[in-house]
């Protein structure tokens, strides 16, 4: 059996505070279902049997129907493809979700808060969806496979190993329990990061969001493409599909020395068609720092994002010899620094940059 394993879509999710610049998060949303009907066309091309969805397809608050509609046409040209969704915390099966009040095509199944058992001659599918935004006990402990001479899928959004208390809420489940059940393949979702082949026969993958969603989604984003073949051997590997990919760049500013040369340098950095990316500014500054002015000037679209985490450039003992509040200031924190460790200089610089702000 051939399959397709993706998740954490999330259509329509609004990209805030993606971009200071404008209109990426309608490039984005493009973007959604550019690679999504890649995912499609790879199906028809190659004749998977099984297109597995683990949860978060669409953001519940935000999903246009008309976007429901593109979805639901997409699955209408694989008709022999069978679907099967897990909701997730951000698309749970409620009373007035698409899920509920759509009617989905015929190869679509859509699983609810009770695990199932779809069955057919050789594959068992078993699978559970949240019914709201938290979960925090799914029952897997009672789930038990009926028959192991089959091929057993489970496709679940769950939180593997969650520790903390935040973690919990998202169907936290021990990978040990999940092992134990003894599936041939786990379909999971809500951790963004791809997760598979780590450790020797990884049976729960994760096959991370479908495209990037933000800087802290860095690298490659795409879909998981598996073949379980009779005696059940287990082959799967990552396709990328996405359009562009997030990445950060430092760029240490302590030899500029005016705002022209710092977007000069800026516009000259080699950045690929593919790529968005964060500019983080770092080390001390020779002036002041406006990011907003920067974004008028740069030429390279694919800078979307500016920080500044630099430190202003003060000559503590040229200041020291002043008789004035900065002075007295200036000396105690030379005291300070002459014993101080490295993160006790970090603390130090920082709070000399806010009181000398403060003391203008």
Known sequence: MKFVHVADIHFDSPFINLSDRENLGDIKRLEQRKVFKKVIEYIKENGVDFLFIAGDLYEQQYIRKSTIE?????????PNTKIYISPGNHDPYIKNSYYNQFKWNDNVYIFSSKFERLTSDSVDIYGYGFDDFYCTDCGIENLKIENKNKTNILVIHSTIDGANLEEKQYNSIPRRVLEEKG??????????????????????????SLISLGFDELGEHGMIVGEIQEDKQLKIQFVPLSEDNFEEIEFDVTDI????????????????????????????????????????????ERIIKIRDHTRIEYDLEKIANNHTLKGL????ILKEKE???EEELTIIEKAVEIAFEALE
Not at 70 to 78: P, R, V
Not at 289 to 299: A, S
Request: hydrophobic share 35%; aromatic share 12%.
């Open 70 to 78: 593109y979805i639901n046409e997409l699955f209408k040209e694989i």
């Open 329 to 332: 200031f200036a000396k105690e």
């Open 339 to 341: 014993n101080a460790g």
């Open 257 to 300: 020395i005016s705002k022209d040369e710092l977007i000069e340098k800026i516009n000259d950095l080699d950045i690929q068609n593919n790529q968005l990316i964060k500019v983080i500014l770092t080390g001390k500054r020779n002036f002041e720092i406006d990011r907003y002015e920067i974004y008028k000037l740069l030429t390279n």
């Open 183 to 208: 599936f041939d393949y786990v379909a999971t979702g809500h951790i963004h990061k791809l997760d598979y082949n780590t450790y020797p026969n990884q049976k729960i993958v994760y096959p991370g």
